[in-house]
């Protein structure tokens, strides 16, 4: 809503767009993760509860998406809402005819309650929440740029696992230029006392400038470098990530694609008390014989937590629970 955006959250999610991870502290994270496991028995009911019945919240996604779109309709359904999911609106709404962008979004909260925003510019869904004067917006991936709500979840899958966020080792592992779930990761992760975090990527692909520079004003323990074996001794978290080829050149997607797996090998040399992610999808860097370790969260817990952080997030800022 353009007269708050992209306001802190401090403590009130109401009304609120959630746009980056800017906006939270560690209390504000808390307050979120707090009503999780309530989330987890409503969605493991056989009814869907009431908690924000009569809310229509559009899903307007200008990229493909599987995990983001499918948890953000499910978790909607969930808590008693109901979703208006325009997908492709390049192809199927007037975008088509040359509607603008602005126009585009005062239509659609013409008829909801909130809209979820996936879109390929960096800042669209803060340009979102300034043209949006009566609801919230809620980034679900703004280009190369951000993915708050992606990486909210694997925090609490983290959190969930490790019983705390502090003093961990999260290795990043991958194509870490162009993917934004990384740079929301970090930035959250910069929040929690004795963290390290270790970027290990090919070298044409490395960590977003932006987020080194913010990591470093952070004080914030980083390695970067380019060969897994120095670090995955030591890692809590292994999160792999896949090269986004739509955002590169041809040139620069071959030199790259296939250059790191993770399979059985990498696996040996990890921790018993380790977690594997990825926000998905995968194209080959993670080997399926690693799908069935119990190290391996990505398939299971990490895919689930999406829908139960999403519903805390949206009951939050739909005034459904306080
Ligand atoms: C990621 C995304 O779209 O940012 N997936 C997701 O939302 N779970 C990762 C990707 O596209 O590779």
């Known amino acids: 809503m353009n007269n708050k955006s992209p306001g802190k959250i401090n403590g009130d999610f109401k009304g609120k767009d959630i746009i980056s991870l800017d906006q939270f502290t560690p209390k504000d994270i808390k307050i979120l993760f707090s009503k999780v496991p309530q989330m987890r028995t409503i969605a493991l009911k056989a009814k869907p509860s009431e908690i924000i019945a009569g809310k229509i919240v559009v899903l307007l996604f200008y990229e493909p998406s599987s995990r983001t779109f499918g948890s953000f309709s499910t978790a909607v359904k969930q808590l008693g809402g109901q979703t208006v999911e325009i997908l492709n609106p390049q192809q199927f709404s007037s975008v088509v005819k040359g509607e603008t962008f602005e126009d585009t979004i005062r239509t659609f909260e013409a008829y909801c309650d909130a809209i979820v925003l996936r879109h390929p510019e960096v800042g669209s869904a803060e340009k979102a929440a300034k043209i949006a004067k009566f609801v919230p917006v809620i980034n679900a991936g ?9 990486a909210l979840s694997d925090l609490y899958t983290i959190e969930e696992k490790f019983k705390t966020l502090n003093n961990l080792h999260v290795v990043f592992f991958g194509e870490l230029a162009h993917y934004r779930s990384v740079n929301s990761l970090a930035k959250l992760l910069a929040m929690f006392k004795g963290i390290k975090m270790s970027f290990v990527s090919p070298p044409q692909v490395g960590l977003n400038p932006n987020i080194r520079e913010y990591l470093q004003k952070k004080k914030v323990k980083i390695r970067e470098l ?56 995968r194209v080959g860097e993670i080997l399926p014989e690693v799908d069935d370790d119990p190290r391996a969260v990505y398939l299971t817990t990490q895919i689930r937590n999406g829908t139960y952080v999403r519903m805390a997030l949206i009951a939050f800022v739909l005034g459904g629970i306080r």
């Open 226 to 281: 380019h060969d897994l074996d120095e670090v995955i001794g030591d890692a809590d978290v292994l999160s792999v990530s896949r090269v986004k080829k739509e955002f590169m050149s041809e040139a620069l997607y071959r030199k790259i694609q296939g250059k790191y797996v993770v399979g059985k090998k990498i696996l040996s040399k990890m921790k018993p008390n380790s977690i594997i992610m990825h926000p998905l999808p």
């Open 142 to 150: 703004d280009g190369i740029g951000e993915h708050p709500t992606q």
